[in-house]
């Protein structure tokens, strides 16, 4: 399928590992300019190197971090002064807090609560802003935000990650009607339960403990969770996505939040 991304570029932020890098990967197979964002100098550098060698297309990774306002202007205007992001097509949203804790979110202390949204609902609105003035009225901008199953469902424990996930997709249909006369478009996915490198880990050891393949765990725990697949998504296909609604072909699609979680949001349980 033609997409008409050739020459195109984009910034994904959370790009060095997980999703995002497999979105930057997706987005660079079809000949899009990729810059990745991510805190961690070393790895964004190495994952962009990665993906730029197996492509053959502009691949830069940028050290920034979203919560902090004068790191991610100084990176905007470090990529608007490259002639591969200036203009800037395609905004992704990936950026957030990782999973280090499995207690009780309600009895986290503000600071912990306060960190948490900065980074990915005030972070997305971060990186927004910064990039909105790159981003080109001629109908290929885009804007597609990553939020998650916890969003539209209770997943426990996540309370914070579900607040985050449900800001990004009202944050979604708003900046859709803001946006629409600038003929830029802003859609949200929904992934589920994703097979990230951390993702891989997790299934790995608690598999272990329970005496089984990583496979077997993974697909019982799915089906406890009521996805219908009874499998997490490959990050893959979560950067084919992407890559279809960044597209020419998902032109008429704006403030859509679709799901790709294997049949979870049905909540067939």
């Known amino acids: 399928m033609e997409t008409g991304l050739v020459g195109r570029s984009a910034l994904v932020s959370g790009g060095s590992k997980g999703i995002g890098k497999g979105i930057a990967r997706a987005l660079a197979l079809e000949g899009v300019s990729v810059a990745l964002l991510a805190r961690t100098e070393r790895e964004v550098l190495a994952a962009a190197q990665e993906i730029a060698g197996e492509t053959g297309v502009t691949v830069v990774g940028v050290q920034a971090d979203v919560t902090d306002t004068d790191s991610l202007k100084a990176a905007v205007e470090h990529l608007s002064g490259l002639a591969s992001f200036n203009p800037l097509n395609i905004v992704v949203n990936n950026a957030a807090p990782p999973i280090t804790r499995t207690d009780r979110q309600i009895e986290w202390t503000d600071k912990e609560w306060f960190a948490a949204i900065d980074v990915k609902t005030v972070g997305a609105l971060r990186l927004i802003r910064e ?4 981003i080109p009225h001629d109908g290929t901008g ?10 539209i469902a209770v997943w426990s424990p996540a309370l914070l990650h579900g607040i985050n996930n449900a800001a990004l997709l009202h944050m979604t249909g708003f900046l859709a009607a803001d946006l629409a006369a600038n003929k830029v478009t802003v859609n949200a996915i929904v992934p589920g339960l994703v097979g990230t490198e951390f993702r891989q880990i997790w299934a790995k050891e608690l598999g272990e403990r329970q005496g089984k ?40 699609i704006t403030g859509a939040k679709i799901p790709i979680d294997g049949g979870f949001s049905i909540n067939s349980r």
Request: hydrophobic fraction near 45%; proline fraction near 0%; include cysteine.
């Open 131 to 134: 990039t909105i003035h790159l």
């Open 213 to 252: 393949s990583t496979e077997e765990f993974v697909g019982e725990f799915c089906k406890s969770k009521g996805i219908l697949l009874e499998r997490w998504a490959e990050v893959s296909e979560i950067g084919d996505l992407v890559v279809f609604l960044a597209s020419d072909r998902a032109s008429y």
């Open 142 to 151: 885009r804007i597609i935000n990553v939020a998650g199953g916890s969003g």
